[in-house]
Each structure stands twice: as structure tokens, then as C-alpha cells.
Nanobody, 125 residues
Framework: QVQLVESGGGLVQAGGSLRLSCAAS????????MGWFRQAPGKEREFVVA????????RYADFVKGRFTISRDNAKSTVYLQMNSLKPEDTAVYYC??????????????????WGQGTQVTVSS
């Protein structure tokens, strides 16, 4: 049974940084893609970034390029999201998601069957 547990959210001022963690358990994730999505109040869940566990290939949403970085630690089965230069519009619940690797890294939420509980990120102006 796949389990994803996020941590690291919190309140930060604009321009600040946070690092989110997603601890994955339940099976080997070597054939998985791991993604981060976010959902702000009143908005749809949107893709942020994903990484293919086996190769480290990444895919970023345009609005986070140059500010956010995804990485993984194989030994800890953990995926990280380093968020720098945070903006108030980054305020959202951030979710970790996982899927068995399709031909291309997906950006649609419905392509990811496994989800964590989410962690709140609030950026004050």
C-alpha cells in the first residue's frame, strides 16, 4: 500500500523559502513519477513539478521555473520541494502525488492515483 506523507509547510514572508518533504512508503518507487501539486482556495488543483524517480528527469510548471527545485533521496525514499523567492500567490495546500511512470511525465492530477494529505503553505506580503 502506497503511503505519501508531506511535511514542511508553514507561514513565510514573501521572498522567503520553505522546503517540503514527501516521505514515500509501501513499495519500491524506482518505477514511479513523483509530483507536487497545489490547490489554493476556490481554485483547481494545479501541477507544480514532477520527477521520474529512476532517471531524475524533471518537469516544471512555467510559473515556478527558477524558483522551485524538486529532488529525491533514494535512501530515504523521500522527495523534496525547495521553494525560494516565494510569492503570496504561492499560498496553497501542497500535495505530493505518485504514479507508475507513463511514457511522459504527466501534469494532470488524474494521472496520479496516489496522494498525500497535503501541507499548507502560506506566504504573507
Amino acid at each position: 500500500q502506497v503511503q505519501l506523507v508531506e511535511s514542511g509547510g508553514g507561514l513565510v514572508q514573501a521572498g522567503g523559502s520553505l522546503r517540503l518533504s514527501c516521505a514515500a512508503s509501501g513499495r519500491s518507487f524506482s518505477s514511479f513519477d513523483m509530483g507536487w501539486f497545489r490547490q489554493a482556495p476556490g481554485k483547481e488543483r494545479e501541477f507544480v513539478v514532477a520527477i521520474r524517480w529512476s532517471s531524475g528527469i524533471t518537469r516544471y510548471a512555467d510559473f515556478v521555473k527558477g524558483r522551485f527545485t524538486i529532488s529525491r533521496d533514494n535512501a530515504k525514499s523521500t522527495v523534496y520541494l525547495q521553494m525560494n523567492s516565494l510569492k503570496p500567490e504561492d499560498t496553497a495546500v501542497y500535495y505530493c502525488a505518485a504514479t507508475t511512470s507513463p511514457p511522459g511525465i504527466g501534469t494532470e492530477a488524474n494521472a496520479y492515483p496516489y496522494w498525500g494529505q497535503g501541507t499548507q503553505v502560506t506566504v504573507s506580503s
